[in-house]
């Protein structure tokens, strides 16, 4: 996909709900590919991410620690 962001990879923290969700899929929305770091799996984000045609990386961690 072609944006202003393409080949550009954003990380985003609390990315599998709320806020967090919504900026990775407008970042996602503008050609970038998404890593999420949250306490919680982020399958929807990346469902959302992968069918916008970028890359999804999920790793489950506590940015708090």
């Known amino acids: ?28 929305s503008e050609g970038a590919d998404i890593a999420v770091a949250d306490v919680n799996l982020a399958d929807e984000t990346k469902a959302f991410v992968e069918a916008n045609g970028q890359r999804f990386f999920n790793a489950k961690v506590d940015v708090s620690d």
């Open 1 to 28: 996909m072609a944006g202003r962001l393409a080949g550009r990879i954003a990380v985003v923290t609390g990315g599998s709900a709320g806020i967090g969700q919504e900026i990775a899929r407008k970042l996602s």
